[in-house]
């Protein structure tokens, strides 16, 4: 099939403030080239709507009609990430006429896994068409809706992306794992087929803490949870959760592993002991594979966390690589994931399966927003 630019947007749970965007050509098969990719500030009253939205979500549980704000953010970040693609294409020498659709995933707000008897519900604020109109291309966004809606897990999308990336690795003993708000893992299941699901937490929880110790955004660098101590009683114990030894499919929320059970520890221990079980978390997922991988590619914001990465090594035993070691852009993996999706959804080919987020049937992924 004949390859195509596409462009893909992601805001990540971790609220970092940047708009991430990828160029990335593609007939959403295989991938002939990988093309610019740069982060795009938010304004500060952006970040502050944004901020709002998740404290209103957390209220609103999909009960009844959503708050008012939403609304507000939704126009404000369809705007705003609008405007970075554009800017993007025009650094890269190209116009817009050149894309053949954007994927934009768009911020979400909540996300509630499914249960026995209930479909999950997922909330991701974004105006596709509008974005269609202000860029005059095919946007495809809303992703995840109709995966829940045939009992899907709705997460992680990145399977079928993180397949090809492995497919150019060639390496059968390697898994993908991406580390951001929640941390997520894509691995072959043992019969060439995909196993995908979140393991537990990743930035989310740790960076809260440092929020709420008045400590700035995030434990840069892992330096305060490199100068504390594990309180390895206190892992042990949380490591109890029954998400961690739930069978995959299986997905999560950003807030719902908290950090209010470190709350007696010291800003250096609270730190560590936080990093300890995203790391023994991620273990503990791999031990639910049919074959554990000797090795992990790591991307997302977490691979810079050198402390994450060497208690990765300690508490999940196995070997840690970031993703330039393999040839990736661990910064654009998400973003590029998203315009792969774009392109699969035009070529209505499917973006999640059932062995990936428990969907009863392999499901298109977006809906289809034209500029006209």
């Known amino acids: 099939m004949a390859q195509h630019w596409c462009v893909g947007l992601m805001t990540g749970t971790v609220l970092d403030g940047n708009i991430d965007v990828a160029l990335l050509r593609t007939d959403g098969e295989t991938i002939s080239e990988f093309g610019a990719f740069a982060f795009f500030p938010y304004d500060a009253e952006t970040r502050t709507i944004l901020a709002r939205c998740l404290d ?4 609103w549980q999909f009960q009844g009609p ?3 704000l939403f609304a507000q953010a939704e126009e404000r970040i369809t705007r705003a990430q609008s405007a970075a693609v554009a800017a993007l294409v025009d650094q890269a020498g190209l116009r817009m006429a050149d894309i053949a659709a954007v994927g934009f995933h768009g911020q979400t707000v909540l ?7 209930r479909n999950g519900q997922t909330r991701q604020l974004g105006d596709g068409a509008l974005m269609a109109r202000l860029l005059g291309t095919k946007v495809v966004y809303d992703f995840r809706s109709t995966d829940m809606a045939n009992g899907g897990q709705g997460a992680p999308l990145s399977a079928i992306f993180h397949a090809a990336m492995l497919d150019r690795i060639g390496d059968p003993g390697t ?3 991406n580390l951001g708000g929640v941390a997520n893992v894509t691995a072959r299941n043992g019969q060439g087929g995909l196993a995908a699901f979140d393991t537990g937490p990743a930035n989310a929880p740790i960076n809260d803490f440092i929020g709420a ?4 955004e995030m434990d840069r660098d892992g330096k305060l949870a ?3 101590q594990v309180d390895e009683a206190l892992l042990s114990r949380a490591l109890d959760n029954a998400y961690l030894a739930r069978p995959y499919p299986k997905s999560l929320d950003r807030f719902d592993f908290g950090h209010d059970w470190v709350a007696d520890l010291s800003d250096a221990d609270g730190a560590a002991t936080l990093t300890a079980f995203t ?3 991620v273990g503990r997922g791999l031990d639910l594979l049919p074959e554990r991988p000797n090795r992990l590619v790591v991307c997302g914001g977490g691979r810079r966390n050198p402390t994450l990465l060497a208690m990765l090594r300690t508490y999940a035993g196995l070997d840690i690589v970031k993703a330039e070691d393999v040839g990736m852009d ?3 993996t998400e973003a590029q994931c998203f315009a792969y999706l774009a392109m699969r959804r035009l070529r209505d080919l499917p973006g999640s399966f059932p062995e990936t987020t428990g969907a009863s049937v392999p499901t298109l992924a977006g809906r289809i927003a034209e500029p006209d």
Not at 111 to 117: D, L, T, V
């Open 56 to 59: 209103e979500a957390l209220k």
């Open 66 to 68: 959503e708050p008012a």
């Open 111 to 117: 996300h509630r896994a499914p249960e026995p008897g």
């Open 175 to 177: 898994a993908i794992l």
């Open 213 to 216: 110790r008045g400590l700035g």
């Open 226 to 228: 490199a100068s504390g």
């Open 279 to 281: 790391a023994s978390a």
């Open 330 to 332: 661990g910064d654009a």
